[in-house]
């Protein structure tokens, strides 16, 4: 009797290939990221939805007072949205980053690549779970603000809230497990989360509009693929931008789709993954 499942055929004698997407393995890839931080959601998701809204009353505190507007809305809820999508790229990048790392420095690196796995299907799985977690943190905090007095937070534009919100997140996994591919411990894990990722965040209009800064540093900002992220995503709940919201989420899909061709071949190579 013949147990192979349907979906495998021999090329070789005792080499079975799946001729098509290993649907069951992706799954058990994917579940097993997510229980891996949901097993410590005080620290992955509560813990990051709580930090953010201490930044939400401090400078609505320190910045908010005698009712300040920016870009026409409060500046309580100009800063929301910006808070909230910053909360979802970091625990993005922070998931991703440290899938393949903790293998490698574990030693237990072969439980990724030995399993009938293929290169797109184990970034799915490990760019999936970044997503989970970034949504998971992002409506966390969003339900938090929701019940926050004086912050408005309902969404003028859910697609577009939708589309940057996804964007950016997988643009996150992405470059996290780029750095996990690279990084051969914590330490340059960290490096890349203290000097790329949290001042590409911080300095991304976040908390103020580029319209109030010099030509000279508009075009910087322009240059920093995280304003789009946070432009787009507050221009879902505000209905006004500091960017061309079309011009944003295209960019966006571009960048996507060459950190995943840069992923792809770096796991295709196994440059720091195989001995």
Same mark, same amino acid.
């Given at each position: 009797? *013949?147990?192979?499942?349907?979906?495998? @055929?021999?090329?070789?004698?005792?080499?079975?290939?799946?001729?098509?997407?290993?649907?069951?393995?992706?799954?058990?890839?994917?579940?097993? !990221?997510?229980? #891996? %931080?949901?097993?410590?959601?005080?620290?992955?998701?509560?813990?990051?939805?709580?930090?953010?809204? =201490?930044?939400?009353?401090i400078f609505t505190v320190a910045l908010g007072r005698e009712g300040r507007t920016v870009m026409?809305?409060?500046?309580?809820?100009?800063?929301?949205?910006?808070?909230?999508?910053?909360?979802?790229?970091? *625990?993005?990048?922070?998931?991703?980053?440290?899938?393949?790392?903790?293998?490698?420095?574990? $030693?237990?690196?072969?439980? &990724?690549?030995?399993?009938?796995?293929?290169?797109? !299907?184990?970034?799915? $799985?490990?760019?999936?779970?970044?997503?989970? #977690?970034?949504?998971? @943190?992002?409506?966390?905090?969003?339900?938090?603000?929701?019940?926050?007095?004086?912050?408005?937070?309902?969404?003028?534009?859910p697609l577009a809230v939708l589309w940057f919100g996804l964007m950016g997140s997988a643009m =996150?996994?992405?470059? $996290?497990?780029?750095?996990?591919?690279?990084? !051969?411990?914590?330490?340059?894990?960290?490096?890349?989360?203290? %000097?790329? @990722?949290?001042?590409?965040?911080?300095?991304?209009?976040?908390?103020?509009?580029?319209?109030?800064?010099?030509?000279?540093?508009?075009?910087?900002?322009?240059?920093?693929? %995280?304003? &789009?992220?946070?432009?787009?995503?507050?221009?879902?709940?505000?209905?006004?931008?500091?960017?061309?919201?079309? %011009?944003?989420?295209?960019?966006?899909?571009?960048?996507?789709?060459?950190?995943?061709?840069?992923?792809?071949?770096? =796991?295709?190579?196994?440059?720091?993954?195989?001995?």
């Open positions: 009797m *013949n147990d192979q499942p349907s979906n495998w @055929v021999r090329s070789s004698p005792g080499v079975p290939v799946i001729r098509t997407v290993n649907w069951g393995g992706l799954k058990t890839l994917y579940v097993k !990221e997510v229980r #891996r %931080f949901f097993k410590v959601q005080l620290q992955t998701i509560w813990a990051p939805a709580v930090t953010t809204m =201490l930044f939400l009353v026409g809305a409060p500046f309580a809820d100009f800063v929301a949205p910006g808070l909230i999508v910053m909360g979802m790229l970091q *625990n993005a990048f922070a998931n991703s980053s440290f899938s393949l790392l903790v293998g490698k420095i574990q $030693g237990t690196i072969v439980d &990724y690549l030995m399993p009938p796995l293929s290169v797109g !299907e184990l970034i799915t $799985g490990l760019v999936g779970a970044a997503v989970t #977690r970034a949504v998971l @943190v992002g409506f966390a905090v969003w339900l938090a603000m929701l019940l926050w007095p004086g912050v408005h937070v309902i969404p003028q534009h =996150l996994g992405f470059l $996290g497990l780029i750095t996990s591919v690279w990084a !051969e411990k914590f330490d340059h894990a960290a490096a890349v989360t203290n %000097f790329v @990722v949290a001042p590409l965040s911080l300095l991304s209009g976040t908390f103020y509009s580029i319209q109030a800064l010099s030509p000279l540093f508009q075009g910087i900002s322009h240059a920093n693929p %995280f304003f &789009y992220v946070i432009s787009g995503f507050r221009y879902g709940f505000l209905g006004t931008a500091d960017s061309p919201v079309l %011009f944003g989420a295209v960019l966006l899909l571009v960048i996507n789709l060459g950190l995943c061709a840069l992923c792809y071949a770096l =796991l295709r190579s196994g440059w720091k993954l195989k001995p």
